[in-house]
């Protein structure tokens, strides 16, 4: 069975500082792993995903992150925070054949001060 | 292009009520998948439909079952409503049979409430 840990239910951080947003996954075979962000009474937005290719994936909003296979992380990093990006972000990941299933991390908090 | 759609935005209900929450996909998307997203937990997956089939179903008992129509919207019904139901739903559609990596763009959500 395929899990999602995030360390951390709450990150603060000063405007202009580094994110960093930690997702480590549990998995049988190598998953498809996602971002997603969702803002107060909002669905989830997509940020980036990973699927094959290139372990370091860039997605909206200047947000990246990286495969890290022997690591089985895929943390989520922003070079500069800004207040907008205040929000509830969650990693999942999908099984790499059939349908998709999204099995989500808890969820991070991500809290932004001037 | 419209986004995808739910309603209501928000319900009360009282336990052992039945309820239905409906989604309208995003205009050229063909399948739809429900989630239910716990206060403090992120979403769980409920179950998929694909051109009106269930494609795929999680852990969650027969009482939560569903429909799609033939424009690809779709609804969720739960039965016998407890209150460990009283969740926000979230209805996700994409694009072609709903493969692993296709981006599925989420609906605002449905926050049910039982009493």
């Known amino acids: 069975a395929q899990s999602v840990t995030q360390l951390g239910s709450h990150v603060s951080v000063s405007e202009g500082a580094l994110v960093l947003l930690r997702c480590n996954y549990s998995?049988?075979?190598?998953?498809?792993l996602f971002w997603y962000v969702q803002y107060p009474n909002q669905g989830l937005q997509l940020l980036l995903k990973?699927?094959?290719?290139?372990?370091l994936v860039k997605g909206i909003n200047g947000f990246e992150a990286e495969f890290k296979k022997s690591e089985t992380s895929f943390h989520l990093t922003k070079p500069s925070a800004h207040m907008s990006d205040a929000a509830e972000y969650f990693c999942?990941?999908?099984?790499?054949?059939?349908?998709?299933?999204?099995?989500f991390g808890t969820g991070t908090r991500l809290l932004v001060s001037p | 292009e419209t986004g995808v759609t739910q309603s209501p935005t928000h319900l009360i209900k009282t336990r052992g009520q039945q309820v239905t929450l409906r989604c309208s996909s995003q205009?050229?998307?063909?399948?739809v998948s429900w989630y239910q997203q716990a206060l403090g937990q992120g979403p769980q997956f409920i179950f998929q439909?694909?051109?009106?089939?269930?494609?795929g179903r999680g852990n969650f008992p027969p009482r939560f079952s569903g429909l799609q129509f033939p424009n690809y919207s779709s609804e969720l019904n739960v039965n016998a409503l407890e209150l460990d139901d009283s969740a926000l739903y979230l209805c996700?559609?994409?694009?072609?049979?709903?493969?692993?990596?296709?981006?599925?763009?989420f609906g605002q959500g449905t926050r049910l409430t039982v009493v």
């Open positions: 990973y699927t094959t290719g290139a372990t």
């Open positions: 205009s050229g998307h063909n399948t």
């Open positions: 999942a990941v999908s099984m790499n054949t059939g349908f998709q299933k999204l099995v």
């Open positions: 439909y694909y051109r009106e089939e269930e494609n």
């Open positions: 998995s049988s075979v190598p998953p498809y």
């Open positions: 996700a559609s994409s694009f072609a049979s709903g493969g692993p990596n296709t981006e599925a763009f």
